[in-house]
């Protein structure tokens, strides 16, 4: 195992109005929830690209592989759409959530990049996953020319949704028990990084949005949070039916089979729905709930790429 070293980001309180004026949602612009010594690693991990991943690589099962390959195939184009977004705020945030957000857009970076490899092994296998992508594509296409504050506010959504199904993912060993070892290691430390840069798309939306009232800031937060949680999941869902006719099971039978793995066993969703639902209250942050034990869980066996001190 190669050393393994964090980024010493010195986290800053981070954003820069006078103490106690509240910057919305419950929460002072000077006091985000991002506990102070948390640290971000930029691990670069390259799975193995020789590895024969069977078809059904969860478990033998269509429906529990529909449905990550699913996730998977929408990931390159969104996690490039975070990318551009948090590069958009890069000059107006100060130094040290700038270091911040150079790190998440490598993290999303390597992220993407193991996808893009994980997804030709999926179509190598007579899947059609291009649609997916084109799918994905013409969604963003409705966001083109919004202001980046909106298009924050969607990462915000998505980027929440991300860390509570990693957090299951890391908490609950039944959601990738019987995978293929290389896609599990691949979905445990895309889990890992998506808990530790949880905040960070926060971060900036507080100090993005530090002139806006408390009432404005909620709203905008929570409205797309609802829109744009419910759109994703839904085409998730449309697409997963879609892989699973290509293994020739009838999409009514497709729909009963993937709602039970979801709400049923091992019930990914219904474990995760309230959990999910803090991004709707008032003082909502993603490190109010501590995932640093998590994190802890899953060290790289692989080379990581260290993100130096500005």
Not at 279 to 302: Q, T, V
Request: aromatic content about 10%.
């Amino acid at each position: 195992m190669n050393k393994q070293t964090s980024i010493d980001l010195e986290r800053s309180k981070p954003l820069d109005k006078s103490a106690g004026q509240q910057a919305g949602d419950g929460i002072t612009a000077r006091a985000s929830a991002t506990p102070e010594e948390h640290a971000l690693i930029v691990r670069d991990e390259r799975f193995d690209r020789e590895a024969m991943v069977p078809r059904h690589w969860h478990s033998g099962d269509p429906v529990a592989t529909a449905w990550y390959n699913s996730v998977s195939a929408s990931l390159p184009r969104g996690e490039a759409f975070f990318i551009d977004t948090m590069r958009d705020f890069r000059d107006d945030v100060p130094e040290k959530i700038a270091r911040e957000i150079k790190a998440f857009c490598t993290q999303e970076i390597n992220h993407t990049r193991e996808h893009v490899a994980f997804n030709r092994l999926v179509a190598d296998h007579g899947y059609n996953v291009e649609s997916i992508d084109q799918g994905i594509q013409a969604m963003l296409a409705l966001v083109e020319g919004r202001p980046k504050e909106f298009n924050l506010a969607i990462t915000i959504a998505l980027e929440h949704f991300a860390a509570i199904i990693s957090r299951h993912l890391l908490t609950y060993p039944d959601y990738l028990e019987g995978a293929d070892p290389v896609a599990a290691e691949i979905w445990r430390w895309h889990a890992t990084e998506e808990v530790e840069h949880k905040g960070i798309t926060y971060d900036v939306w507080l100090h993005a949005t530090k002139d806006w009232s408390r009432w404005k800031r909620y709203r905008v937060k929570t409205l797309i949070a609802l829109l744009i949680t419910r759109k994703y999941f839904k085409n998730r869902r449309r697409d997963a039916y879609g892989l699973m006719e290509q293994d020739g099971i009838p999409r009514w039978k497709a729909k009963l089979k993937l709602t039970w793995l979801l709400w049923g066993n091992p019930g990914m969703m219904r474990r995760m729905f309230f959990e999910w639902a803090s991004i709707l209250m008032p003082g909502f942050h993603p490190w109010k709930h501590d995932d640093r034990a998590l994190i802890n869980k899953w060290e790289s066996p692989y080379a990581d790429a260290v993100m130096p001190a500005e």
